[in-house]
């Protein structure tokens, strides 16, 4: 009973603040705390869909550049399972431990934040169509801090000796780990790259602890500042694909009013429904194709603007069928109609099935 009591005690010291290590579980149970509310709103436990991680913050590109730049912030304290993170928990107190007596509170929540948030641009930058979460990029920044500490005299020899070797050894297997598919090598890459800057730029407020503000404040401004111009030079042709496609619903759902209209709508007006809000539509959209297929979009995306566009062409030509069926009193197209009628349904199934 003792050894599990014992056993107990270190394993809640691990949440615990204290002297030295103040910051690092706080931002453990910051983690875990919004997993497990995540979980409370029905995320799944072990593989949560992209569409819950979307909800509750993660990166990606088309909706990140969209105006939604906090996910930078966010999507590093989400996580993809509970294995996600456990692993990366379990990475952060270790250095966490190491790093934050010699960084203090202050440095070290700055280059947590900073190498988070590198870390998510260097994921956006990278990946076109890929949802990112976890707080693994900002741990390798953490790993970077240290690794730029232990090439300097900072740290006693022999302790840099042996830290060096460790750290290094981690680094390396999980970059390598991280060509795995499904795994945000760009995040850990960035985040590494970043904690190295940081973690030399750190080196003089360690020696002379009244430049500790100064220097944070540069690095802040020169980091968000860097993230602000890669952000705004990173191609929006998906972001602007998304505003039209919904343009081109809209579009759609009008043109398609005509056929909830009353049967015994008068024949102006279905007509003009027909020629106004139907036809008419029908070309907008057709135009507006034509421009998306100008964009830089996916092989998938241009293929589906190919069926998109058929699809318009035949609603036109068979509302202008219709109108002239109604104009003219007769059934003598329905055979053309029925023809169309039929390549739209099969179309949609194509559209609908991808």
């Known amino acids: 009973m003792n050894k599990f009591t014992n056993g107990l005690k270190d394993f ?28 409370s709103t ?21 909706t990140t550049l969209e105006g939604e730049w906090w996910r930078l912030i966010t999507c590093c304290f989400i ?71 232990l090439t300097t005299n900072l740290i006693e020899r022999e302790t840099r000796q042996a830290l060096l ?25 960035g985040g590494l790259a970043s904690g190295l800057l940081i973690g030399y730029a750190f080196l003089p407020s360690l020696k002379k602890p009244r430049l500790q ?6 690095l802040t401004v020169l980091i968000l500042s860097t ?5 705004n030079s990173i191609p929006r042709d998906m972001s602007i694909y998304n505003a039209q496609m919904q343009v081109f619903a809209t579009r759609e759902n009008k043109a398609l009013e005509v056929y909830s209209l009353p049967q015994n ?17 029908w070309n907008k959209n057709i135009a507006l194709i034509d421009e998306l297929q100008k964009l830089n979009l996916t092989k998938d995306l241009h293929e589906r603007n190919v069926k998109l566009k058929a699809y318009c062409e035949l609603r036109e030509k068979s509302y202008a069928l219709i109108y002239k069926e109604i104009e003219g009193n007769t059934d003598r197209y329905q055979g053309e109609i029925e023809a169309y009628n039929k390549g739209i349904d099969s179309l949609l199934k194509e559209l609908g099935g991808e």
């Open 227 to 231: 993230c602000f111009v890669i952000y």
């Open 12 to 39: 809640l010291s691990v949440f615990v603040p204290r002297d030295g290590y103040f910051i690092t579980p706080l931002l453990i149970n910051l983690n875990v705390l919004i997993f497990i509310l995540m979980i």
């Open 42 to 62: 029905g995320v799944h436990f072990f593989s949560p869909t992209s569409e819950s991680l979307m909800q509750w913050g993660a990166n990606f590109r088309p």
């Open 79 to 149: 996580h993809i399972g509970v294995f996600h993170l456990l692993m990366n928990m379990y990475a952060l107190f270790y250095i966490g431990a190491l790093l934050e007596p010699y960084l203090g509170k202050a440095r070290f929540i700055t280059a947590y934040l900073l190498t988070g948030i590198a870390a998510s641009m260097a994921s956006l930058w990278w990946h076109e169509f890929t949802v990112s979460a976890g707080a693994s990029g900002a741990i390798f920044g953490m790993y970077g801090v240290f690794l730029a500490m």
């Open 265 to 281: 709508t008068p024949t102006d007006t279905l007509l003009d429904h027909l020629k106004n809000k139907g036809i008419d539509n």
């Open 213 to 218: 503000l100064g220097i944070i404040a540069l």
């Open 165 to 189: 070797s460790s750290i290094a050894l981690f680094v390396g297997y999980n970059l390598l780990a991280g060509l795995k598919e499904g795994i945000d090598n760009a995040a850990h890459i």
